[in-house]
C-alpha cells in the first residue's frame, strides 16, 4: 500500500499494534525512519511492557476493558495512532476450492451466472424410480439415449419448451406435466452468411453502444409510446410486424407500459394466444397451452423462444398433463402416479423445473465477510446489494449479472460488459491510487434496495409466481431480484457512483 503511494518510501512495515509492534514503531520513528503499521484489528492491542510510572492495575490479569483503556493511555503518550492503519488484515480473500486448491486475491469477482442452481421439487418417492432421472441443467447427459424411450418431462419454462421440441422426434412415448402454460415466442431460426455478417461488421461498434442505451440491451428499444396512445389498427400491425420477425421482439419492441397496464397486458396476451390456438388441434390442448383465462400478466413470467413447440402437442405419442388438475401424487419405481390414479410409466424422467436463480449461484459458496457471516444468512431476508455488484461486509468482493442487476431483464452480454468495466475500472481505480479496500456503505445499499423494491412494485412481473421474484423456490424470499428500470438507467446509475469518486462505498 504504502508503497504504491510512493515508491521506495516506506523504510519499515510492522504488522501488528501489539506491545511489540507499538514499541518498535515508537522507536524506529524516533531514530527517524519512515515506519507504518498493518494491524488487523480495529484498535491497538497486544503484549507489552507497561509505561508503568503512571500506570496503576486494578488487577494481576487485566481484563479486555482495562486493557483497552491503557492502549488509549499509551497512545496519549507516544502518540502512535497516527501511524497505524487499523482493519489492515492484508485486505486480501481467502479461497480454498473442493479439491484444496488456495489462493488469496485482493478482489473478488463472481461471475457465476444467474443458473448456476439447479432446483428439483421434493415429490414423494423421488428415489424410488428405477429408470433415469436428470435435470436439464446436466443436459444434454451423455449415456441417454431417448430412442424409443418413454419420457416424462416435468416443466415448461425455457429449458422445458427447448427440451420437448428437441425430443419429440426421437422419443416412443411423451408425457409433459405442466403447471403452468409457457407464452413462448417464435423463434424465426435462420442460418447466418458470413457475407451478412461482414456486412453488418461495419456497424458492430455502433450496436454495441446502442445496446447500451435501451432498456433491455439489445439493439432494438420498446416503442416510445403509450399502449394506448396507438390506435387499435397500429397496434395490430406492430404485433403482426413483430410477431413475423420473431425472437424476443414481440416484448421488447412493445408498447412502453404494456408490462405496467393490465389492459394493455390483456389485448397483448389476446393477440398472443390466437396465434397460437392456430397451430393447435385440439381444443383441449389449445386450452391448456393457450387458455381462455391466462394465470399471470403476459411477460410476467420470462418468455421462451420456440420453433416447433406447439406442432408436437399434435402428434400422437405425445400427452400433456395440467399439474392444476392433476397434480403428481408420488413418482414410482415405474414412473409418475398422479392423482387421476393413472400410473404413467416411464424409462426417463426429465426435471425441467428450473434453478434457484440470480442468488442461488452465489449462496451454495460458503463465502464469508467481515464478522464471518455468511451471504447465504445475509440474503436469507431478503437481497441486498449496491449497485447490483456488491454487498456491504463482502469488501472487495463483485459479482456480475445477478441479483439487483438487469439481469433477467437484460441481454446477458450487455449486462455483462456494462458490469464487467464498471468493475475493472473501480478495480483499476483502487491499484493505481494505493486503495486496498473498498467496501459498500450500509446506508447506500439499503437505498438501493429500497430502488429496487418500488422499481418492482411498478411491474405486472410481480403478479406471477417464477424465478424473477424468488417464487419458485420454497422458502425463498418473494421480492424482486433484478433492477427493473431499463439497463439504460442502470448503466447511468452505477457509472454516475463511479464517476463522483465511488459515492455510496468505502474505499481505503
Ligand atoms: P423455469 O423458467 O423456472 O421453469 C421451471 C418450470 O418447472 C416451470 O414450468 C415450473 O412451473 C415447473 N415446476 C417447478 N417446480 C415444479 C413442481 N414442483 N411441479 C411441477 N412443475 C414444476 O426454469 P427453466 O430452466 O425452464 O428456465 C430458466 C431460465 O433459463 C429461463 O427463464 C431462461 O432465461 C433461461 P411453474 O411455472 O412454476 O408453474
Not at 212 to 217: I, P
Not at 348 to 371: K, M, N, P
Request: proline share 5%.
Amino acid at each position: 500500500l504504502i508503497d504504491e503511494q510512493a515508491p521506495n518510501s516506506l523504510d519499515v512495515l510492522i504488522v501488528g499494534s501489539g506491545f511489540g509492534g507499538i514499541w518498535t514503531l515508537y522507536h524506529l520513528r524516533k531514530l527517524g525512519y519512515t515506519v507504518r503499521i498493518f494491524e488487523a484489528g480495529s484498535a491497538l492491542g497486544g503484549i507489552w511492557v507497561q509505561l508503568w510510572r503512571d500506570w496503576t492495575w486494578t488487577e494481576k490479569f487485566p481484563g479486555f476493558e482495562e486493557l483497552r483503556q491503557y492502549f488509549d493511555y499509551v497512545d496519549q503518550k507516544l502518540d502512535v495512532k497516527k501511524d497505524i492503519s487499523f482493519n489492515q488484515r492484508t485486505e486480501r480473500w481467502r479461497v480454498r476450492t473442493e479439491d484444496g486448491t488456495t489462493a488469496h486475491p485482493r478482489f473478488l469477482v463472481l461471475c457465476t451466472g444467474f443458473a448456476a442452481k439447479a432446483y428439483v421439487p421434493t415429490l414423494k418417492g423421488i428415489e424410488s424410480f428405477r429408470g433415469i432421472s436428470t435435470h436439464t441443467a446436466k443436459w444434454p447427459q451423455e449415456g441417454i439415449d431417448l430412442k424409443g424411450k418413454r419420457v416424462g418431462v416435468i416443466g415448461t419454462g425455457a429449458s422445458g419448451v427447448q427440451t420437448i421440441q428437441e425430443i419429440a422426434g426421437d422419443v416412443e412415448h411423451l408425457t409433459v406435466f405442466q403447471r403452468t402454460p409457457n407464452f413462448a415466442l417464435p423463434m424465426r431460426q435462420g442460418k447466418l452468411s458470413k457475407a451478412e455478417q461482414d456486412k453488418a461488421k461495419a456497424f458492430y461498434f455502433d450496436i454495441y453502444k446502442y445496446r447500451r442505451e435501451t432498456g433491455s440491451g439489445f439493439m432494438y428499444d420498446s416503442i416510445p409510446k403509450k399502449f394506448f396512445e396507438a390506435t387499435p389498427s397500429e397496434r395490430r400491425l406492430n404485433f403482426e410486424d413483430q410477431w413475423a420477425r420473431g425472437g424476443f421482439r414481440f416484448v421488447l419492441t412493445n408498447y412502453l407500459d404494456y408490462m405496467m397496464d393490465q389492459a394493455a397486458n390483456d389485448e397483448v396476451y389476446e393477440f398472443w394466444k390466437n396465434k397460437v390456438r392456430e397451430r393447435l388441434d385440439d381444443p383441449d390442448v389449445q386450452e391448456k397451452l393457450a387458455p381462455s383465462v391466462k394465470p399471470h400478466p403476459f411477460g410476467a413470467k420470462r418468455p421462451c423462444l420456440e420453433q416447433s413447440y406447439y406442432e408436437v402437442f399434435n402428434k400422437p405419442h405425445v400427452d400433456l398433463i395440467d399439474l392444476n388438475k392433476c397434480p403428481i401424487t408420488e413418482v414410482t419405481p415405474k414412473g409418475i402416479l398422479t392423482a387421476d390414479g393413472v400410473e404413467h410409466e416411464l424409462d426417463v424422467i426429465v426435471f425441467a423445473t428450473g434453478f434457484d436463480s440470480v442468488t442461488g449461484g452465489i449462496t451454495q459458496i460458503d463465502i464469508r465477510g467481515i464478522g464471518g457471516k455468511s451471504i447465504k444468512e445475509k440474503w436469507s431476508e431478503g437481497v441486498a446489494t449496491y449497485l447490483g455488484v456488491t454487498t456491504s461486509g463482502f469488501p472487495n468482493m463483485f459479482f456480475m449479472y445477478g441479483p439487483q442487476g438487469p439481469t433477467a431483464f437484460c441481454n446477458g452480454p450487455t449486462c455483462i460488459e456494462i458490469q464487467g468495466d464498471w468493475v475493472i475500472n473501480c478495480i483499476k481505480h483502487m491499484m493505481s491510487n494505493g486503495l486496498t479496500r473498498i467496501d459498500a456503505q450500509r446506508e447506500a445499499e439499503e437505498e438501493f434496495r429500497r430502488k429496487i423494491l418500488l422499481y418492482g412494485s411498478m411491474s405486472l412481473v410481480m403478479k406471477a409466481k417464477s424465478w424473477y421474484t424468488g417464487a419458485n423456490i420454497p422458502g425463498k424470499a418473494v421480492e424482486p431480484y433484478c433492477y427493473m428500470a431499463g439497463v439504460h438507467h442502470y448503466d447511468k446509475a452505477i457509472t454516475e457512483a463511479a464517476e463522483k469518486n465511488y459515492e455510496g462505498f468505502d474505499l481505503s
